[in-house]
């Protein structure tokens, strides 16, 4: 091993033991960025709209008739940060049960997306929302009301999943 690694330093020329030719390749590189047009965002000003694949913060799909969820508990039992706590309760619409309770502490969840895989009703989703800024510790729990987002702003992320599942 060693005698191969040999042979090959003794078969560069003088140049290339100076390693003059790579830096100048380095150099001209760098050059070469400098002159491309920049794509420095603005942020807050210009903000980024992330495509459908994107992982953001959990949320509930809100539909038309109100939430999808049926308080099955899926989600809860297959979050690995142990970060949602849903309690169900009976209902006298079609679906029989719904979350009396459903709050995921943004503080655990890493992001994974397995609440959203597992959900058979695809009731929860992972949103395009990054922007996630809490003041105390009791901010990050968040409730069905801050949970709950309209069908209507999801589409990308339904259409996503349906279209790679
Ligand atoms: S994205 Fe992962 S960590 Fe976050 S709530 Fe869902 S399952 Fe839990
Ligand atoms: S969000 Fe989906 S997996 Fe979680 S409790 Fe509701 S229906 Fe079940």
Redesign the pocket.
């Known amino acids: 091993m060693n005698n191969t690694k040999n042979t090959e330093v003794e078969r560069r020329s003088f140049w290339e033991k100076l390693y003059i030719p790579e830096i100048a390749k380095g150099l001209g590189l760098t050059l070469a960025e400098m002159f491309k047009p920049k794509f420095t965002r603005q942020y807050p000003e210009e903000r980024w709209e992330p495509l459908g694949s994107y992982?953001g913060r959990?949320v509930l799909v809100d539909d038309v008739d109100g939430e999808r969820c049926v308080a099955c508990g899926l989600?809860s039992r297959?979050?690995?940060?142990l970060?949602?706590e849903v309690n169900a309760d009976e209902t006298d619409r079609d679906k029989e049960r719904f979350p009396v309770k459903f709050e995921?502490n943004m503080l655990?969840?890493?992001?994974?997306?397995?609440?959203?895989e597992v959900c058979p009703e695809e009731a929860?989703v992972?949103s395009k929302d990054y922007e996630l800024v809490f003041q105390r510790q009791e901010d990050a729990i968040m409730d069905k009301e801050k949970l709950l987002v309209p069908v209507a702003q999801l589409q990308d992320r339904l259409e996503f999943l349906r279209q790679y599942r």
């Not at 297959?78 to 940060?81: I, Q």
């Not at 969840?109 to 959203?116: M, S, V």
């Open positions: 992982r959990p989600c297959v979050c690995p940060a970060a949602i995921i655990r969840c890493i992001y994974c997306g397995f609440c959203e929860i992972m």
